[in-house]
């Protein structure tokens, strides 16, 4: 075959190859879960109870796995994503517990029970709340900072970190002070975001 001819066939090989073939797929993906809320709980073991079970609805989570990837499967995490949401209207003391819950809430990530190789508090990662509503809910009250409020926020990794099928890992939230009565029932939904590999 001469160069023209085989250059000819590399360029319509390439056209045929797309996102997904007969032996695998890569896709831009986020594993997410959700914790919720309880005084008395001050540690979340997240990515641990799979999608099905314990309650676990698909808004909740979309994790199979119980603490790794499943079979056939390569994760390449490029950043981790929070998302804080409160269920109740709050007035101005409801406002600064979730601050300050987001402030002393601290995670951590680590893959197969190794030093910790990302610590930050929600504080860094969520930045400014979202749907903000300034509605005064008794006397006097006249800076509520939210209703229903969601605090969102998104970290790129300068490193990105790499999980492997089965390759246990933990993504732990540690409330390091009590949390308020009224944010019982609060979410805090966390998202592991990048490039999946996965055999089909």
Request: proline share 4%; with cysteine; charged share 15%.
């Amino acid at each position: 075959m001469n160069p023209m001819a085989r250059q000819r066939m590399r360029a319509l090989d390439k056209l045929q190859r797309g996102t997904f073939s007969n032996v695998g797929e890569r896709v831009a993906w986020s594993y997410y879960d959700t914790a919720t809320l309880a005084v008395a709980t001050t540690v979340f073991k997240m990515f641990t109870v799979p999608l099905g079970s314990g309650g676990k609805t698909l808004d909740l989570t979309n994790f199979t796995g119980n603490g790794a990837l499943p079979q056939g499967q390569h994760l390449t995490i490029r950043g981790f994503r929070v998302m804080y949401r409160s269920i109740t209207v709050s007035n101005t003391a409801g406002a600064l517990a979730i601050l300050q819950t987001l402030d002393n809430t601290t995670l951590e990530f680590g893959i197969q029970n190794k030093a910790p190789m990302y610590q930050a508090t929600l504080a860094e990662m969520c930045g400014l709340p979202l749907s903000l509503i300034t509605t005064p809910t008794v006397a006097g009250d006249n800076t509520v900072l939210a209703s229903r409020g969601i605090y969102n926020g998104y970290i790129p990794l300068e490193v990105p970190l790499v999980l492997a099928a089965l390759t246990p890992f933990s993504f732990t939230l540690t409330h390091q002070a009590a949390t308020a009565a009224g944010q019982a029932g609060d979410r805090i939904r966390v998202s592991l975001v990048g490039k999946l590999l996965r055999t089909t």
